[in-house]
């Protein structure tokens, strides 16, 4: 339950920070031609966003970029 606790606190100052605003845009946009009603919808879609989001995040760290490319252009061997 630490890890859990210790990741969600991680993933909530991700969410509030300044640098997500773009994000949390561009997922209320996507959002507002959904009704209340349609609550599920919303959930699905922010949910595909967040999986979308989590795929991009190792290759930072693995010196790739998402398509597999080094970056600087250079191809990946």
């Known amino acids: 339950m630490q890890e859990f606790n210790l990741y969600f606190n991680i993933g909530i100052e991700h969410i509030l920070n300044w640098e997500a605003l773009d994000h949390i845009l561009f997922v209320a946009a996507l959002c507002l031609r ?3 009603k349609d609550w599920r919808k919303v959930v ?5 966003f967040t999986i979308g989001q ?3 995040m190792p290759y930072p760290f693995l010196d790739r970029r998402a398509d597999g490319a080094r970056p600087g252009g250079m191809a990946a061997t």
């Open 54 to 56: 989590k795929r991009k």
């Open 34 to 36: 959904y009704l209340l």
């Open 44 to 48: 699905v879609l922010v949910t595909a």
